[in-house]
């Protein structure tokens, strides 16, 4: 048994073949994290021009927001209408389908790369959307695209590639490599195969390492110290989680509602719920003084960091505003508006508790939030304590998690991206039966 065992290993060192998959791999792998770095770069800038917009006038938006959304909606809908959405239930979706042919419509490389260019776009045009989920879309795009270059084993080919290309996206985008692979067992666990566990750790340390050094060693928010007592955790942890809890299941009930009920709406007339979307942001824009345009990493870090504002306020507006912007059915994600939306909860309970630092309120709120919209609460947890480098309210944060996913649970039983995966697959089936 050893001897044949050793004899399988000496043919994979000397194999030309296998050394080939691995070369072809590892190199999508660097893709990914050249294609996240890109993305997160060019996001940033773009929402610093529009930020330089704002401060010419506040009232501009009323013309380029719904202008630049009525762009997006033709461009997607004329040419790559796979790459609409956060890009996280297209993946899923992916992973259910039997068929090549039909994974590839959803996962080829000119759906990659107009995504990249379209997230640009609604961020340019104060769109209320995320870089991460799109960014996880593309990843998975191009690692799949690695099995036409190579001949992988039979289970990379379709879930495996996927799987890593998701994980790597995520650990990529965020600078979180343990969450990007907690994320991929959490959230496509059904899908999730033990062989593909060295697929996926190998892609997500090349892409991670590809990305830090483009971007260099960062994190997210930046370093947070932030501690609670036994004395004050208890009453924050349960406030927080049951506020997180409610406010996330809502946004996960009203985003998945809306989207259905205006699904005709949006067929039939898809510039004028561009139009109607684009001047509802810029509405809420100009009420909260621009704060609500973007991803809202700027503002969670400026909550985060001890600036002042009306949390609460600022959570409910971000809220619609990220509801709005999905409903308008151009690519974007809800990862770091959800961040976002969490910080301002968190920034609203802190009042109630002066004695206790607002920073760990803050984090408490985002995880509380994102876990209930996710709810993945391992996942959530882990990623606020890599993008802050902050390991000191780990039992707090998980127990907020957990009271958040329960919280959620009785008002969005099922995870909204598995919904959203489903509604994508049923649209699927629905356009292949009148072909």
């Known amino acids: 048994m050893p001897k044949a065992h050793f004899r399988k290993t000496r043919r994979q060192l000397t194999s030309r073949r296998v050394w080939r998959t691995r070369l072809v791999f590892w190199s999508g792998a660097v893709l990914v994290g050249v294609a996240a770095t890109a993305l997160a770069v060019s996001s940033d800038y773009t929402g610093r021009v529009f930020t330089r917009i704002l401060e010419i006038s506040p009232y501009i938006p009323f013309v380029l927001t719904p202008l630049g959304l009525v762009l997006i909606t033709w461009l997607t809908r004329s040419f790559v209408p796979s790459a609409k959405g956060s890009g996280i239930p297209q993946v899923i979706a992916a992973l259910q389908m039997k068929h090549n042919s039909d994974r590839r419509k959803i996962l080829s490389l000119r759906m990659a790369l107009s995504k990249g260019l379209l997230v640009i776009l609604g961020i340019f045009s104060g769109a209320s959307i995320g870089r991460e989920g799109p960014t996880v879309h593309i990843a998975a795009a191009i690692t799949y695209a690695m099995s036409r270059i190579a001949r992988f084993p039979l289970h990379d080919i379709g879930r495996g590639l996927i799987i890593a290309g998701a994980a790597a996206g995520l650990a990529a985008a965020f600078n979180t490599p343990l969450a990007g692979i907690v994320f991929v067992i959490e959230e496509i666990r059904r899908s999730y195969e033990k062989n593909t566990s060295g697929t996926i750790l190998t892609a997500v340390i090349i892409a991670g390492m590809t990305a830090l050094t483009i971007q260099g060693n960062y994190q997210y928010f930046g370093?947070?110290?932030?501690?609670?007592?036994?004395?004050?955790?208890?009453?924050?942890v349960i406030t927080t989680g049951i506020i997180g809890g409610l406010a996330g299941g809502l946004f996960g009930a009203l985003l998945l509602s809306g989207t259905r009920?205006?699904?005709?709406f949006r067929n039939t007339r898809p510039y004028v719920l561009a139009l109607i979307c684009g001047l509802s942001l810029a509405g809420l824009g100009l009420a909260s003084g621009g704060l609500t345009y973007g991803t809202g990493y700027e503002e969670?870090?400026?909550?985060?960091?001890?600036g002042e504002t009306n949390g609460f306020s600022y959570a409910l507006m971000k809220l619609l505003a990220t509801i709005i912007s999905y409903w308008s059915g151009i690519p974007g994600g809800i990862f770091a508006p959800s961040l976002s939306v969490g910080a301002g909860l968190g920034a609203g309970i802190a009042d109630w508790f002066p004695g206790v630092p607002s920073a760990a309120i803050i984090l408490l709120g985002m995880v509380a939030y994102f876990t209930a919209v996710v709810q993945t609460p391992i996942t959530a947890v882990i990623i606020i304590m890599e993008m802050t480098a902050d390991q000191s309210l780990l039992l707090p944060l998980m127990a907020t998690a957990l009271i958040a996913e329960g919280v959620s649970k009785l008002i969005n039983p099922k995870p909204i991206y598995r919904q959203l995966a489903m509604d994508f697959m049923k649209d699927v089936h629905k356009k292949k039966r009148e072909e």
């Open 223 to 236: 370093t947070v110290t932030a501690k609670l007592e036994l004395s004050q955790a208890v009453a924050v």
């Open 261 to 264: 009920k205006l699904t005709n």
């Open 300 to 306: 969670a870090q400026h909550l985060i960091s001890g």
